[in-house]
């Protein structure tokens, strides 16, 4: 209590009014596709450049094929917009992405932009209703690009993404840059919650004919709010669902037979109560069940609550005066402050759905203790393996080819331990599939480093097992799309590329002795193939690039390695790389016999 | 520690389903089909439409008379052999309502025509009807069930409007329990018509009528709102407490009324709560729920502390928690298995190390076998639970697994059993209920061995476990019948069946040798086996000097050296 909006979102309260008032004078002026204005903030004399995007009521630029307007997007300037684990990438209105697409040439030329970065200027980027989205997928933008975070500040705008989009945001950081204020009754944030129909036409009709001021007061249209509000509804009763913990199986199924609006909000949230007070949610889940409750109906009819969804889209400029400044904001994070609950109108059972949105998180955050302690164990594990590994390079063999033979004590505790350390790890990738960790957790920096040793340690351990048996008998290949490989390696290794900015599937230093034992199989069955020599081609580049940046660790070189042994057979005409790799294997060996390795 | 709160979902369950347009889709067709059919007493027509390429309707419309006054003495329950496959193996018997089997063995030839090619189409199948139509309608659903494969494109949910009670079979162990959504008004009479206290007209005495089950998804409407349950018990407590409470008269309930009506208090706020908030999350969804479809919570009599507590065991098993124990399991089986390869580097089958008890190992090797023992009597009884069909297709995925484990552990089952001296007859007193299905199902799935198949195994025969799991108790059961032979007090008869024993038990192993279907662990120097060979050989020698078969041949020519 007792703090500002902008202190919340940490901006300067002195900036919202003005980049409001130029977000909705730039929504109103098709002619131009953003406005800039500077302002400057009064205590510090910095200043704040902000851009607010025109809008288009016409309804192609609101919907589109397939329902929904669906679109992917994790593709070039947005990378990040995707899942790391099972997920898939991000879906985004398509309509809105193609608006922006027309207007991010000209934004990126602007001299306002290249002079606010030269002198270190904040930069907001700023949308009222269907400028919304532009200024969202514009901050996104230069979010991606490591330019100087901007800030996103949106009035009354539509839902852009869907809960991997909100859940990437998260990850990176950049939730915190996005700020949303919504208005207890305004149609437009809500819309994307129903799928386009007669109604949203007859809603963007309204309004463009408002906008363009041919008819300064059109007949507002009736019968729609059952509609959107309805569909709404639907959408924030199924993620009740999932925050209450459903264990009915038929929700499946239902959902199977239904088609739900796939968009979520993210960002932080501003509800406006309409009596002066502001109330700022950052639980996504928070804010989609406030969303949709808060704008029930109540004792007021239908009718009436109705006309006040219309009349609020443009009522922000007026409320925002009021309110701004003002000490009368409450964070709903934290806890259902009953403050609030007579604000926003909440039902009993409105109220039951934010404290499991809440219980969510604490979840989430009890998760990661748990698995806190887990990281423990599994440095613990990790250290034995290192040891296990450095034991087994005295017999000249390396770990994977002891390990494979299995007949010493130490492979059997070896065994033991990588089925430990698989037991810890799948239950991580249990809890990521089902978003039951803080969205962060793959960005951690002691995360992706534990995981990557753990990959590069234990899954060449893996993969012996996986030989040992001849699995591929049965599965094919250890490494195939979707194939017998562990899932958790897939995923840490995906960790490790999106931070590194890699491509996917580029780090794959750690399958290097399942590209060995399957050419091994594969030359027996079908000889020497162009394909085949291709690939051992990849793997003696590959094996020199590894070694060299230190991925893959040197023992593979070992004289009585299967690697070294398989090697040393081919006919020479196929080891092009013969000479480096003779060398290397003979440095190796060179160091054991000093004992400089051991 | 503070537990974390709980929830109850069933309002937001029942929210997502009157929201979505799917209840309405499936009763679109019904009103205007069932003013067509007058016939009397009851008739029932499938109708089969097409609304959209990727949307198939069935409709089970029943006469208006059939909807008003199912058949008298219509609660009864009859035996069906029809419908024996919904049955699990534990419980082998299945009973449906009469008045819904009899109409739908009057259709069977046509809907058997219609099931063949509905199973063909893709996407979505909605199968639905009102009162006995939307009986039928579930029956017809249970068929297709049993006929469809993993292959089939075809994904099918049966909503029924206002049905009775069907039967005595219990779906809440499978899968097919998520696919029946059963839409009831609490002022319709006919869903608790054959509950024991409501006014049913039927005069049927109440042994016959109170063992139906519920199954499937609840969606319970009132005027106020609506709420979905699936635990049967709860539902038959709701069913009986409200059509207790429907007035006397039969009235017919427009549930496309009821529905309009439902989604227009979807976006209200709903009543305030009376009384004091309960600061239980959970208690307080639950009694907003039943109070919102109309239940009074102290006519009810239930346990919602123990609904809690139930809910709250559930809450514990999550994919994550599965994940962690099936390595737990697999780290358990990796230490028998290194257990067994310590023994035989010591020149010993594990199952004599572990019944002779040396080493401290014997006491981890036991731990472990615990574990495994645990996990596989629970799956074991989970695919028992099953609708015999899902069972067999739960268990074929990890029968390998159950196999491997049945080979391993049930010899140390039987070391255990016949340590102490005193055990006799393993198989036939002792042996546990799950080794006995986890047998019967591999024989069931495995396919007889051909030439290839035994001249592999024959390289790798010495990594094989041995394939009875049983063998060692024949073992001991053949020392036994050794002892008897040559024992003073045995009696005439004794001995002749002791050695008829010894009989079989020579032709069993000498077979089980030429399938490679022993581990060649059991010629081990000191192993039982050959202790017994030790016994066997001196009792014929001073015995039966001139008895001879193929395994007294073999064995006396030290053939199993080359064994393996």
Redesign the interface.
């Given at each position: 209590m007792g703090e500002t909006v902008g202190n919340l979102i940490g901006l300067n309260d002195e900036v919202i009014h003005p980049a409001a008032t130029l977000a909705v004078e730039a929504h109103n002026s098709p002619s131009k596709q953003f406005l800039v204005k500077k302002i400057k903030i009064r205590h510090d004399l910095s200043s704040v450049v902000v851009f607010a995007f025109s809008g288009s009521m016409l309804p192609k630029d609101w919907s589109g094929q397939p329902t929904f307007a669906k679109t992917e997007i994790a593709t070039g300037e947005f990378r990040s917009l995707t899942s790391l684990n099972d997920g898939g990438d991000a879906v985004v209105n398509g309509s809105f992405l193609r608006r922006f697409k027309d207007v991010i040439g000209n934004l990126s030329k602007a001299k306002e932009l290249k002079e606010a970065t030269e002198k270190k200027r904040q930069v907001v980027f700023a949308g009222y209703s269907s400028g919304g989205p532009i200024a969202i997928l514009a901050t996104l933008y230069f979010l991606e690009k490591q330019t100087p975070s901007p800030r996103c500040l949106t009035f009354g705008s539509p839902l852009v993404g869907d809960r991997i989009f909100g859940h990437a945001l998260r990850r990176e950081g950049w939730s915190d840059y996005f700020t949303h204020f919504v208005m207890k009754y305004d149609i437009i944030p809500r819309i994307m919650l129903s799928p386009s129909s007669t109604e949203h036409e007859q809603i963007l009709d309204y309004f463009k004919s408002k906008f363009d001021r041919k008819n300064i007061n059109p007949a507002p249209p009736s019968g729609f709010?059952?509609t959107v509000?309805?569909?709404a509804?639907?959408v924030a009763?199924?993620e009740?669902?999932h925050?209450?913990?459903?264990?009915?199986?038929?929700?499946?199924?239902?959902k199977?037979?239904?088609e739900?609006s796939p968009y979520r909000p993210s960002g932080t949230y501003v509800f406006c109560t309409g009596n002066g007070n502001l109330v700022v949610v950052k639980n996504p889940n928070a804010v989609l069940q406030i969303l949709v409750?808060c704008a029930?109906?109540?004792e007021s009819n239908t009718a009436e609550v109705e006309k006040r969804s219309l009349d609020e889209h443009s009522a922000y400029l007026s409320e925002l005066k009021d309110c701004l400044g003002m000490q009368a904001v409450v964070s709903l994070d934290g806890g259902p402050a009953t403050a609030t609950l007579n604000d926003l109108?909440?039902?009993?059972?409105?109220m039951?759905?934010l404290?499991?949105a809440e219980?969510f998180e604490?979840?989430r955050s009890?998760n990661l203790e748990k698995i806190r302690k887990y990281l423990e164990k599994i440095e613990v594990e990790l250290e034995m393996m290192r040891k296990y590994k450095e034991n087994a390079q005295i017999s000249r063999l390396g770990y994977y080819d002891s390990f494979k033979l299995?007949n010493e004590d130490d492979d059997?505790h070896a065994?033991?331990s990588r089925?430990?350390l698989?037991?810890?790890w799948?239950?991580?990738?249990?809890?990521l599939?089902?978003f039951?960790l803080p969205d962060d957790f793959e960005k951690k920096r002691e995360i992706i480093d534990l995981g990557t040793k753990y990959r590069r340690l234990v899954e060449p351990l893996d993969i012996a097992n996986f030989y040992r048996h001849s699995k591929d008998k049965e599965t094919g290949a250890y490494v195939i799309g979707g194939g017998p490989r562990p899932k958790r390696y897939r995923f840490i290794q995906r960790w490790l590329e999106h931070d590194e900015k890699k491509p996917f599937g580029s780090r794959s230093e750690s399958l290097f002795w399942a590209d060995v034992e399957q050419l091994g199989i594969d030359i027996k069955k079908k000889g020497y193939l162009q394909e085949i020599e291709e690939r051992i081609q990849q793997v003696e580049r590959n094996l020199i690039a590894w070694i060299g940046d230190r991925s893959l660790d040197d023992d593979v070189l070992l004289e009585n390695s299967t690697f070294v042994k398989w090697w040393r057979d081919l006919p020479p005409q196929h080891k092009p790389k013969s000479d480096r790799i003779e060398k290397l294997i003979g440095e190796m060996s060179e160091r054991v016999t000093q004992g400089t390795k051991i | 520690m503070s537990q974390a709160p709980l929830f109850s979902s069933a309002g937001e369950l029942a929210n997502l389903v009157v929201n979505s347009n799917l209840i309405d889709v499936a009763w679109a067709n019904i009103p205007e089909i069932q003013i067509g059919q007058a016939a009397f007493p009851c008739s029932v027509e499938p109708m089969d439409y097409s609304p959209t390429p990727n949307r198939t309707i069935v409709v089970f419309a029943s006469s208006p008379n059939g909807t008003q006054y199912p058949l008298p003495e219509g609660g009864h329950l009859v035996q069906s052999s029809l419908f024996q496959f919904l049955s699990p193996n534990e419980c082998p018997s299945v009973s449906i309502n009469r008045a819904a089997l009899d109409l739908f063995t009057s259709l069977e030839s046509q809907l058997h025509g219609l099931k063949t090619k509905l199973i063909e189409r893709e996407g979505q199948l909605i199968i639905t009807g009102h009162s006995l139509g939307g009986s039928v309608a579930a029956l017809f659903t249970l068929c297709l069930l049993d006929s469809m494969d993993k292959k089939s494109k075809c994904r099918p949910i049966c909503i029924t409007f206002g049905s009775p009670l069907l039967g005595d079979f219990d779906l809440q162990h499978s899968q097919w329990n998520s696919f029946f959504l059963h839409v009831v008004s609490n002022k319709d009479p006919v869903p608790g018509l054959f509950l024991p206290s409501s006014r049913s007209p039927s005069t049927s005495s109440h042994s016959q009528t109170s063992v139906y089950k519920p199954f499937g998804t609840y969606l319970l409407c009132s005027e106020h709102g609506c709420a979905c349950f699936d635990d049967p018990d709860l539902i038959l407590k709701i069913l009986t407490v409200a059509s207790s409470e429907v007035s006397g008269e039969l009235q017919v309930v427009d549930y496309g009324e009821m529905l309009r009506n439902l989604k227009n208090k979807a976006i209200w706020k709903g009543p305030q709560l009376a009384g004091e908030r309960y600061g239980n999350s959970f208690s307080e969804g639950i009694v907003m729920e039943l109070e919102t479809i109309g239940i009074d919570t102290a006519k009810l009599n239930i346990d919602i502390n123990g609904m809690e507590r139930e809910a709250r065991s559930l809450t514990k098993k999550t994919k994550a928690s599965e994940a962690k124990k099936l390595n737990d399991i697999k780290k358990a089986m990796a230490n028998l298995e290194w257990y067994k390869k310590k023994a035989e580097d010591e020149k010993k089958s594990y199952y004599d190390c572990f019944r002779n008890e040396d080493k401290k190992r014997h006491v981890d090797a036991k731990n472990f076998m615990e574990e495994l023992t645990i996990y596989w009597e629970d799956m074991v009884a989970e695919a028992e639970r099953k609708p015999q069909k899902e069972g067999k297709s739960f268990r074929t995925g990890w029968l390998f697994a159950g196999t491997t484990y049945r080979r391993m552990v049930e010899p140390l089952d039987i070391a255990d059993f016949y340590q102490g001296g005193d055990g006799r007859d393993y198989i036939n007193s002792k042996r546990s209920q799950h080794y006995k299905l986890l047998e019967q199902w591999y024989k069931e799935a495995a396919k007889p061995p051909t030439r290839e198949d035994l001249d592999s195994k024959k390289k790798k025969v010495s990594i094989l476990l041995t394939e009875d799991s049983c063998f060692w108790a024949h073992v001991e059961e053949a020392i036994l019948s050794c002892q008897s032979l040559t024992n003073a007090t045995s009696t005439t008869k004794q001995r002749e069946s002791s050695w008829e024993n010894l009989v079989m038990f020579g032709e069993y192993v000498m077979e089980q040798i030429e399938n490679c279907a022993v581990s060649p662990e059991i010629f081990l120097n000191g192993s039982t086996f050959m202790k017994w060979w030790g016994e066997y050989k001196a009792y014929i020698h001073n015995f039966r000097n001139f008895y001879s078969s193929r395994l007294v041949e073999y064995m006396k020519r030290g053939s199993y050296n080359q064994y393996g």
């Amino acid at each position: 209590m007792g703090e500002t909006v902008g202190n919340l979102i940490g901006l300067n309260d002195e900036v919202i009014h003005p980049a409001a008032t130029l977000a909705v004078e730039a929504h109103n002026s098709p002619s131009k596709q953003f406005l800039v204005k500077k302002i400057k903030i009064r205590h510090d004399l910095s200043s704040v450049v902000v851009f607010a995007f025109s809008g288009s009521m016409l309804p192609k630029d609101w919907s589109g094929q397939p329902t929904f307007a669906k679109t992917e997007i994790a593709t070039g300037e947005f990378r990040s917009l995707t899942s790391l684990n099972d997920g898939g990438d991000a879906v985004v209105n398509g309509s809105f992405l193609r608006r922006f697409k027309d207007v991010i040439g000209n934004l990126s030329k602007a001299k306002e932009l290249k002079e606010a970065t030269e002198k270190k200027r904040q930069v907001v980027f700023a949308g009222y209703s269907s400028g919304g989205p532009i200024a969202i997928l514009a901050t996104l933008y230069f979010l991606e690009k490591q330019t100087p975070s901007p800030r996103c500040l949106t009035f009354g705008s539509p839902l852009v993404g869907d809960r991997i989009f909100g859940h990437a945001l998260r990850r990176e950081g950049w939730s915190d840059y996005f700020t949303h204020f919504v208005m207890k009754y305004d149609i437009i944030p809500r819309i994307m919650l129903s799928p386009s129909s007669t109604e949203h036409e007859q809603i963007l009709d309204y309004f463009k004919s408002k906008f363009d001021r041919k008819n300064i007061n059109p007949a507002p249209p009736s019968g729609f709010y059952l509609t959107v509000m309805g569909n709404a509804s639907s959408v924030a009763s199924y993620e009740a669902c999932h925050l209450m913990g459903c264990r009915n199986p038929s929700l499946d199924i239902i959902k199977s037979f239904i088609e739900l609006s796939p968009y979520r909000p993210s960002g932080t949230y501003v509800f406006c109560t309409g009596n002066g007070n502001l109330v700022v949610v950052k639980n996504p889940n928070a804010v989609l069940q406030i969303l949709v409750h808060c704008a029930e109906l109540g004792e007021s009819n239908t009718a009436e609550v109705e006309k006040r969804s219309l009349d609020e889209h443009s009522a922000y400029l007026s409320e925002l005066k009021d309110c701004l400044g003002m000490q009368a904001v409450v964070s709903l994070d934290g806890g259902p402050a009953t403050a609030t609950l007579n604000d926003l109108g909440l039902s009993p059972q409105a109220m039951l759905c934010l404290q499991a949105a809440e219980e969510f998180e604490n979840r989430r955050s009890r998760n990661l203790e748990k698995i806190r302690k887990y990281l423990e164990k599994i440095e613990v594990e990790l250290e034995m393996m290192r040891k296990y590994k450095e034991n087994a390079q005295i017999s000249r063999l390396g770990y994977y080819d002891s390990f494979k033979l299995q007949n010493e004590d130490d492979d059997f505790h070896a065994n033991v331990s990588r089925l430990e350390l698989a037991g810890m790890w799948d239950e991580i990738k249990e809890m990521l599939k089902e978003f039951e960790l803080p969205d962060d957790f793959e960005k951690k920096r002691e995360i992706i480093d534990l995981g990557t040793k753990y990959r590069r340690l234990v899954e060449p351990l893996d993969i012996a097992n996986f030989y040992r048996h001849s699995k591929d008998k049965e599965t094919g290949a250890y490494v195939i799309g979707g194939g017998p490989r562990p899932k958790r390696y897939r995923f840490i290794q995906r960790w490790l590329e999106h931070d590194e900015k890699k491509p996917f599937g580029s780090r794959s230093e750690s399958l290097f002795w399942a590209d060995v034992e399957q050419l091994g199989i594969d030359i027996k069955k079908k000889g020497y193939l162009q394909e085949i020599e291709e690939r051992i081609q990849q793997v003696e580049r590959n094996l020199i690039a590894w070694i060299g940046d230190r991925s893959l660790d040197d023992d593979v070189l070992l004289e009585n390695s299967t690697f070294v042994k398989w090697w040393r057979d081919l006919p020479p005409q196929h080891k092009p790389k013969s000479d480096r790799i003779e060398k290397l294997i003979g440095e190796m060996s060179e160091r054991v016999t000093q004992g400089t390795k051991i | 520690m503070s537990q974390a709160p709980l929830f109850s979902s069933a309002g937001e369950l029942a929210n997502l389903v009157v929201n979505s347009n799917l209840i309405d889709v499936a009763w679109a067709n019904i009103p205007e089909i069932q003013i067509g059919q007058a016939a009397f007493p009851c008739s029932v027509e499938p109708m089969d439409y097409s609304p959209t390429p990727n949307r198939t309707i069935v409709v089970f419309a029943s006469s208006p008379n059939g909807t008003q006054y199912p058949l008298p003495e219509g609660g009864h329950l009859v035996q069906s052999s029809l419908f024996q496959f919904l049955s699990p193996n534990e419980c082998p018997s299945v009973s449906i309502n009469r008045a819904a089997l009899d109409l739908f063995t009057s259709l069977e030839s046509q809907l058997h025509g219609l099931k063949t090619k509905l199973i063909e189409r893709e996407g979505q199948l909605i199968i639905t009807g009102h009162s006995l139509g939307g009986s039928v309608a579930a029956l017809f659903t249970l068929c297709l069930l049993d006929s469809m494969d993993k292959k089939s494109k075809c994904r099918p949910i049966c909503i029924t409007f206002g049905s009775p009670l069907l039967g005595d079979f219990d779906l809440q162990h499978s899968q097919w329990n998520s696919f029946f959504l059963h839409v009831v008004s609490n002022k319709d009479p006919v869903p608790g018509l054959f509950l024991p206290s409501s006014r049913s007209p039927s005069t049927s005495s109440h042994s016959q009528t109170s063992v139906y089950k519920p199954f499937g998804t609840y969606l319970l409407c009132s005027e106020h709102g609506c709420a979905c349950f699936d635990d049967p018990d709860l539902i038959l407590k709701i069913l009986t407490v409200a059509s207790s409470e429907v007035s006397g008269e039969l009235q017919v309930v427009d549930y496309g009324e009821m529905l309009r009506n439902l989604k227009n208090k979807a976006i209200w706020k709903g009543p305030q709560l009376a009384g004091e908030r309960y600061g239980n999350s959970f208690s307080e969804g639950i009694v907003m729920e039943l109070e919102t479809i109309g239940i009074d919570t102290a006519k009810l009599n239930i346990d919602i502390n123990g609904m809690e507590r139930e809910a709250r065991s559930l809450t514990k098993k999550t994919k994550a928690s599965e994940a962690k124990k099936l390595n737990d399991i697999k780290k358990a089986m990796a230490n028998l298995e290194w257990y067994k390869k310590k023994a035989e580097d010591e020149k010993k089958s594990y199952y004599d190390c572990f019944r002779n008890e040396d080493k401290k190992r014997h006491v981890d090797a036991k731990n472990f076998m615990e574990e495994l023992t645990i996990y596989w009597e629970d799956m074991v009884a989970e695919a028992e639970r099953k609708p015999q069909k899902e069972g067999k297709s739960f268990r074929t995925g990890w029968l390998f697994a159950g196999t491997t484990y049945r080979r391993m552990v049930e010899p140390l089952d039987i070391a255990d059993f016949y340590q102490g001296g005193d055990g006799r007859d393993y198989i036939n007193s002792k042996r546990s209920q799950h080794y006995k299905l986890l047998e019967q199902w591999y024989k069931e799935a495995a396919k007889p061995p051909t030439r290839e198949d035994l001249d592999s195994k024959k390289k790798k025969v010495s990594i094989l476990l041995t394939e009875d799991s049983c063998f060692w108790a024949h073992v001991e059961e053949a020392i036994l019948s050794c002892q008897s032979l040559t024992n003073a007090t045995s009696t005439t008869k004794q001995r002749e069946s002791s050695w008829e024993n010894l009989v079989m038990f020579g032709e069993y192993v000498m077979e089980q040798i030429e399938n490679c279907a022993v581990s060649p662990e059991i010629f081990l120097n000191g192993s039982t086996f050959m202790k017994w060979w030790g016994e066997y050989k001196a009792y014929i020698h001073n015995f039966r000097n001139f008895y001879s078969s193929r395994l007294v041949e073999y064995m006396k020519r030290g053939s199993y050296n080359q064994y393996g």
